[in-house]
């Protein structure tokens, strides 16, 4: 089996090193920085360029880019493709990148399927790689309603050879959703909470819930911000969600209403025991 990776980033650059150490798979890769594949030649992680011409003698073409690149990028290649190949998208979001597609995936000879790998750290690029990344980690793929059913079991089982530990199909829709709450919400809150001033003071003052509540501050600002803005809606729902809660704890401690306050923590507690007992 022959694969081709778009983008070799973190998550770009986690599959194929993953692949390679996984199925020692003959592996082409593209990216825009010459120095990125420069590194991933001499470290033989990929075994040439992902080329016009070379995408044609791929099997499985995975497009680890931003989401507005990604649509570009399969549009461009769709002819070159090779009959049969399955395109995977590895972008955070779906409805952005698997709608403007749908048509062309239709009227062409290969299969598409979104896909999330639901594995990552605070660090991005290629030097943030590596082949342990997705080690029993959950897959998300987001196939078509018309998509053929052994094609679905097809990257299921290619996913799982690759050290994934479970794998679930939804809906592109329903994929934005959550991740919306699960993974988006997540950065922001990160990301704002450091603006208190008093983040300049913490060295000596904080432990594990000051880390863990602000690991994923160190965001890539470029790509978040076409991931947020291309899942607007359920995302604003999200923020507002908690912007009402916070302002719930705000009150009660404002007016020193102990009862409010702790049936509010009581609450919480009892819905995180639910949600970790699932």
Request: charge should be negative.
């Amino acid at each position: 089996m022959i694969f081709g990776i778009a983008g070799l980033g973190l998550i770009g650059g986690s599959m194929a090193k993953t692949i390679k150490s996984k199925l020692n798979a003959k592996i082409f890769g593209f990216d825009n920085n010459q120095t990125v594949l420069k590194t991933a030649t001499n470290e033989k992680v990929i075994d040439g360029l992902l080329t016009d011409k070379s995408i044609g003698d791929c099997d499985v073409i995975l497009v680890a880019l931003y989401p507005h690149d990604t649509v570009e990028f399969i549009k461009k290649h769709r002819g070159y493709f090779k009959n049969d190949a399955f395109v995977f998208d590895l972008c955070g979001i779906k409805s952005a990148v698997l709608e403007p597609l749908e048509e062309c995936v239709k009227q062409g000879n290969f299969t598409l399927i979104g896909g999330h790998p639901m594995s990552g750290t605070e660090n991005s690029g290629y030097k943030a790689s590596t082949p342990t990344l997705f080690s029993g980690a959950s897959m998300i793929l987001t196939p078509f309603e018309w998509t053929q059913n052994d094609k679905i079991e097809w990257a299921k089982s290619l996913f799982l050879s690759l050290g994934f530990g479970d794998i679930k199909i939804t809906t592109a829709k329903e994929h934005d959703r959550l991740i919306a709450f699960t993974s988006q919400l997540a950065h922001i809150v990160s990301n704002a909470y450091v603006k208190s001033p008093t983040a300049q003071l913490h060295h000596g003052f904080s432990a594990g819930s000051y880390r863990d509540l602000t690991r994923v501050a160190k965001l890539n600002e470029d790509m978040w911000t076409d991931l947020f803005l291309d899942n607007a809606e359920p995302l604003v729902k999200e923020i507002d969600c908690l912007c009402e809660q916070l302002k719930l704890y705000s009150n009660a401690i404002k007016s020193a209403d102990s009862n409010t306050l702790k049936e509010l923590l009581k609450q919480g507690r009892e819905i995180k025991e639910q949600v970790d007992s699932v």
